[in-house]
């Protein structure tokens, strides 16, 4: 689970294509990549598939064969996810 605001302002600091990005269109595109919104009387936040299950989401929706940051089955495995962030920095990102 992460909360809105941070995801938020994480998705408009990563790149100043998002500049324009609204709250909406960010929750459209969660939950179109299938995310479930979260709310109570303390925070929003954004709840994610599994992820393998998003990255399959992600290829069907965007297409091609894309080198992900690390071989991770789930988002809890940090180990990794940072090796594989770590190579990647050293590589680029994108699809192959």
């Given amino acids: 689970m992460v909360r809105s605001n941070r995801l938020y302002d994480d998705a408009k600091d990563y790149s100043a294509r998002n500049r324009y990005l609204t709250e909406t269109g960010l929750g459209l595109f969660l939950r179109k990549m299938g995310c479930a919104h979260h709310h109570n009387a303390k925070f929003r936040a954004w709840i994610f598939p599994p992820l393998t299950a998003a990255r399959k989401r992600w290829i069907a929706d965007v297409g091609g064969e894309w080198d992900w940051l690390s071989a991770a089955k789930d988002w809890n495995d940090k180990a990794s996810l940072l ?11 994108g699809p192959r």
């Fill in 83 to 93: 090796e594989g962030l770590m190579k990647s920095a050293k590589r680029g990102f």
